[in-house]
């Protein structure tokens, strides 16, 4: 019925007509790469659907075992560090895409995208060295799914995957908590200043190696307040007040501060670049200071794990310290183990990469870097309300 009304209304209105050719055209001759771009994702634990669980690691850099997934989206712990999804599933699913595959898993169909992300894993190749698939390794991996869709699919069509393709980065966190703050020896030979300065400059490396392969499209998960994470919280001085490990926050804010002004430089430095970026430290910090605001009612405590605010790293019991406690209700929470956000925030936040507000993500969003609003198919137009005028 609505392809009629746009039939009869092009008697009315010559441009919906001429649209209705170009999109019945587009349409007939479209290949499905051409209809939304795949999904290549780099980073760790906030992002990691499984890749260590191929690996040799230990309990604290796996989410393969109960509770983790609790909430049944998935028929059995999958390795995500979360009670359910992580945010690159309902980007996907927002960009018309199935579950991104873990790199590792076996027979992983690439053309659609892959992940390689690994909990624990750094920008930096020192972070959690031997017990994580670092930045690096990811990048290398790259290369051979790379290789693979050349040799499937010839050089052009691969070509135009790696072109059309949306690169997620969500990685830096491991970088300050274990490689920084945890380590005495990088922080004598190192200043903050310094330091932040080197996981930029490798970040931005790995960015411009991704575009001299063909990449284009990148989106990026900034670095949330970590000295307000379960785990960081309960080793600050101000914790009986309920204060964050400020030393932590502030390296977060440098990070960003730094992204952010590496990225407006390549936008002006690379032919073609474009990117999302997120403001992922303001979002979630209002959200752990104002609870109530989103839904939620404890913006502070873990869900699953021990101690003062269930900052201890028990989730699981298969860690060190084996005690752990689950929370009721994980949808109250924002915070579901010691260093890692629920199924809930995960969605709130994609959907503000997605289609948000300014002040979440720019200067593109996700819906603008997957979506090519100037290519409409027949079934665009048909569902567009304006059809009807």
């Known amino acids: 019925m609505a392809i009629i009304r746009l039939i009869n209304s092009c008697s009315n209105n010559l441009i919906i007509c001429v649209l209705l050719l170009l999109s019945i055209s587009y349409g007939a001759f479209c290949s499905p790469l051409d209809i939304t771009s795949p999904f290549f994702i780099f980073g760790d634990s906030t992002v990691d659907p499984g890749n260590n669980n191929f690996i040799e690691t230990i309990a604290e850099y796996r989410a393969d075992y109960q509770p983790y997934g609790q909430n049944r989206f998935f028929e059995t712990p999958t390795g995500r560090f979360s009670d359910g999804r992580i945010i690159v599933d309902f980007i996907a699913e927002y960009a018309k895409l199935p579950i991104i595959p873990p790199f590792l ?48 699919l010839g050089d052009e069509e691969a070509n135009k995957v790696i072109k059309e393709a949306v690169y997620f980065f969500s990685i830096g966190s491991n970088d300050y908590m274990a490689g920084y703050l945890g380590n005495p020896k990088i922080r004598q030979r190192y200043n903050p200043e310094q330091y932040v300065g080197m996981v930029i400059g490798n970040l931005t490396e790995a960015v411009q190696v991704l575009y001299r392969k063909g990449g284009r499209k990148f989106g990026f998960l900034s670095l949330s307040p970590l000295g307000c994470l379960p785990a960081l919280r309960a080793l600050s001085p101000e914790a009986n007040e309920g204060g964050c490990f400020e030393e932590a926050c502030a390296l977060a804010l440098a990070h960003n501060n730094a992204l952010s002004s590496v990225l407006r430089s390549l936008e002006y430095m690379l032919k073609g670049f474009k990117y999302c970026n997120s403001n992922f430290y303001d979002w979630l910090h209002d959200r752990i200071n104002n609870p109530t605001k989103y839904g939620f009612k404890d913006g502070v405590k873990a869900c699953c794990g021990t101690g003062p605010y269930g900052g201890i790293y028990t989730c699981g019991g298969r860690k060190k310290i084996t005690e752990y406690q689950l929370c009721d209700n994980v949808d109250d929470h924002v915070w579901w183990d010691s260093f890692h956000a629920t199924e809930r925030i995960h969605e709130q936040f994609a959907m503000a990469l997605w289609n948000g507000p300014t002040s979440s993500a720019g200067p593109y969003s996700l819906q603008d870097l997957f979506f090519d609003k100037t290519q409409l198919t027949i079934a665009d137009v048909v569902d567009d309300p304006r059809a009807d005028l």
């Not at 992940?115 to 290398?140: C, E, H, M, P, R």
Request: glycine share 12%.
């Open 105 to 152: 898993q076996p027979s992983a169909d690439y053309i659609k995208g892959v992940n390689f992300a690994s909990g624990g894993a750094g920008v930096l190749s020192g972070t959690n060295q031997g017990l994580v698939i670092d930045l690096q390794t990811q990048l290398k991996s790259f290369e051979k799914v790379q290789k693979s869709l050349i040799e499937k």
